[in-house]
């Protein structure tokens, strides 16, 4: 039986922890991982970090899709480490389950090499460009603390304050659980 998490939704400080590298790969290790994937799949998502559904560990999975692979599986992440290939970064949209309603513009490495463990605890060092590499960015993104729109502009925070304040207040409708932090609900998204 698999277990869906309430995905942890932005304004909870969860989100801004920095994540414990994961020392043994066990038996929890694999059901959290399995977890996560009903709850990423539930969610309509590409992408999932441990710290969204309130585990603060180095680990995030991958739809496989992205990675051009016909089958679905959770591609695992555990321990990464990032390297840009070269300084050029291109502009896409992004979303984040954390931030729902919300899609913004932000630049990325066009290509990086990713140092990483699998589920059974091997090292690899693999090459990503264009969206895997994306993708790969926003989630390790969530294991240093930071979000998407962090990097966006002062016009976008302000465009979007409504809907962020919201998501604090918890008064957001989705189809999958949120987990929320109804004491940040003070704070303005615009005083980070
Ligand atoms: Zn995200």
């Known amino acids: 039986m ?79 480490i990032l390297k840009p290939n070269h300084t050029s970064k291109i502009s896409d949209f992004e979303g984040c389950l954390s931030i729902p309603g919300i899609q913004a513009q932000v630049k990325r490495f066009k290509k990086i090499t990713v140092q990483y463990q699998d589920i059974d605890g091997i090292k690899h060092e693999s090459i990503f460009k264009d969206m895997p590499a994306r993708v790969i960015q926003h989630e390790y993104d969530h294991l240093v603390g930071k979000l998407y729109i962090d990097d966006c502009k002062q016009s976008i925070w302000q465009k979007h304050q409504k809907i962020l304040t919201h998501i604090q207040k918890g008064h957001v409708h989705v189809p999958y659980k949120m987990l929320f932090y109804k004491e940040a609900q003070h704070t303005s998204p615009l005083e980070r």
């Open 2 to 80: 698999h277990m869906i998490y309430p995905i942890v939704a932005y304004g909870h400080p969860m989100l801004r922890l920095k994540a414990k590298k994961i020392n043994q790969m066990d038996k929890n290790i694999v059901q959290v991982i399995q977890n996560m994937f009903s709850t990423m799949i539930q969610a309509n998502g590409i992408g999932l970090a441990a710290p969204q559904i309130g585990k603060s560990i180095q680990l995030f999975i991958i739809d496989s899709r992205i990675f051009g692979e016909k089958k679905i599986f959770p591609k695992v992440f555990i321990n990464p």
